[in-house]
């Protein structure tokens, strides 16, 4: 889906588009509608000048004085002080023609060509576009009259092309200006749309904030429309901590109750004479080992969050330093020695509790084989971390590694001890996180080397790290 952003801008410049396309249309035809009807106008006071510069005379000399006065016989003409000098051009684009009683008069601009003129009513009259001379359109008004008793049709005629290029221009100008004012509406609307949508970008920085652990709960200062879902995500982190606390408080209390009797069976075991042999003893201890192996590491799988708890952030070196310190006081007779190598600014957004299972375990492993050493390093990888702890110890031969290596075999069944629990624990909390395991040989310290690869969770100088 696109953001919000894009989808607003693109809708709305879709609007805008369609918005200035019907409206230079409409804009054009309202011109030329107008100019037309200016043209129009003309036209039809160019016809009535046309019929008051008419005269109709007789011929004197021929006619008997004692014959009556024949209209038919008039001869029509028109006043020259009173015509209009364009119609004296040829192909000038103003044109008329008049028909009195049958004979006809022209403009000189028509040349040798005629117009083709509609019939009309006396006292009505007609607008219609032809072709004229040498192609030209014309707008033609054709009007019926009656003066001095004869019949008389003019037809007026001008030429559309000045029009017609006239309305081009406006509109070629008309697209420059809608291009300039459509590019800086998008342009405003852009800003104002950022303005608005700032709100939800703060919004989206304080989820980047939750992931990193600098916060706990989103603040609801928020406009109207998103308060609700930051309103229910805060109540829903509220509650995932909630019972995650209370998990983690019953799996401890449920640790504490098993503790005392599993030590009261193993004490009971211990006891040959209530068993009438020491087989059954010895299988009466195997058991209660298991029982308490098994309670222990489903107690421990049980309390993983599985992800960074809201407000969760961890600084990996110290929270190693704090380790391998009790691990040093742990195996003190036989002088361990632990090198950590991490820097100062990597963090975990990351369960505080969970990292302890996860590095403790291993730290643990790598100290009871070690003969002297073990090494921490860490370091960031992609949007994670690549950490590694290696030691001196035997190490595992090339099939138990590549044995522990597949995929779906359980480490903790494994049958060599010190190596099942712990990694087992290890597993099942990458397999919260969706990070890896890695198990090999040591190429410098030459005993047992693991490596772990977080991903998504590793901020460095206090920025979520991207990814290659």
């Known amino acids: ?25 409409g804009v054009s035809v ?9 043209m129009l106008s003309r036209l039809e006071h160019d016809a009535e000048s046309l019929l008051a510069s008419l005269v109709l005379r007789s011929p004197q000399r021929d006619r008997p004085r004692d014959r009556p006065q024949d209209h038919g016989e008039r001869e029509p003409e028109l006043r020259a002080d009173r015509l209009n000098p364009v119609y004296q051009r040829v192909f000038s684009g103003h044109y008329y023609r008049i028909d009195i009683d049958g004979q006809v008069l022209r403009s000189r601009s028509l040349w040798d060509q005629d117009l083709n003129v509609p019939a ?13 001379p040498e192609g030209q359109l014309l707008l033609m008004h054709v009007a019926r009259y009656r003066k001095a008793g004869a019949d008389v049709r003019i037809a007026v005629a001008e030429d559309l092309s000045p029009i017609r290029v006239e309305v081009r221009r406006f509109q070629w100008r008309y697209a420059l200006f809608g291009i300039v004012a459509l590019v800086l509406l998008l342009l405003l609307q852009r800003a104002i749309l950022r303005r608005g949508l700032a709100p939800l970008s703060t919004a989206a920085q304080e989820l980047v904030e939750l992931e990193r652990g600098e916060r706990t709960q989103l603040r609801d200062s928020v406009p109207r429309e998103v308060q609700p879902l930051v309103r229910q995500i805060n109540r829903l982190l509220a509650t995932l901590h909630q019972r995650l606390q209370r998990s983690r ?37 195997d058991l209660v080992e298991k029982i308490r192996t098994l309670t222990e590491r489903e107690l421990k799988r049980a309390r993983l969050a599985g ?32 090198d950590i190598d991490i820097p100062a600014d990597l963090h975990l957004a990351a369960d505080r509790e969970d990292m302890h299972e996860l590095f403790g375990n291993l730290l643990d492993n ?11 390093h860490a370091e960031p990888h992609g949007t994670g971390i690549r950490a590694t ?40 909390v990458l397999d919260h996180y969706g990070g890896t395991l890695k198990l090999g040989r040591s190429t410098e310290l030459g005993g047992f080397r693991a490596e772990v690869v977080l991903g998504g969770c590793c901020i460095a100088g206090g920025n979520v790290l991207d990814g290659n």
């Not at 809708?11 to 409206?23: A, D, P, Y």
């Not at 009309?120 to 004229?132: D, E, K, N, P, Y």
């Not at 031969?397 to 075999?409: C, K, Q, S, T």
Request: with cysteine.
């Open 1 to 25: 889906m696109k953001s919000i952003q894009t989808r607003l801008n693109s809708g709305l410049g879709l609007s805008l588009i369609v918005v200035f396309v019907l409206l230079g249309i």
């Open 30 to 38: 309202s011109f030329r509608i107008l100019a037309e009807g200016y």
């Open 120 to 132: 009309v009513g006396v006292g009505t009259s007609a607008h219609l576009r032809q072709t004229g």
């Open 249 to 285: 408080n019953a799996m401890g209390n449920l640790a504490h109750a098993l503790k005392t009797p599993l030590t009261l069976l193993g004490q009971i075991a211990d006891r040959e004479d209530n068993f009438r042999d020491a087989v059954h003893a010895a299988q009466a201890r």
């Open 307 to 338: 992800a960074a708890a809201p407000g969760g952030r961890m600084q990996l070196a110290s929270e190693i330093e704090a380790l391998s310190a009790v691990l040093r006081q742990l195996y003190r007779d036989r002088a361990i020695r632990i």
């Open 366 to 376: 790598a100290c009871k084989w070690a003969r002297s050493r073990v090494r921490v």
């Open 389 to 428: 702890i290696e030691d001196d110890g035997p190490g595992r031969d090339a099939e138990e590694l590549e044995r522990l290596n597949l995929r779906g075999v359980r480490v903790d069944e494994d049958a060599t001890p010190g190596y099942g629990l712990g990694l087992a624990i290890v597993q099942d």
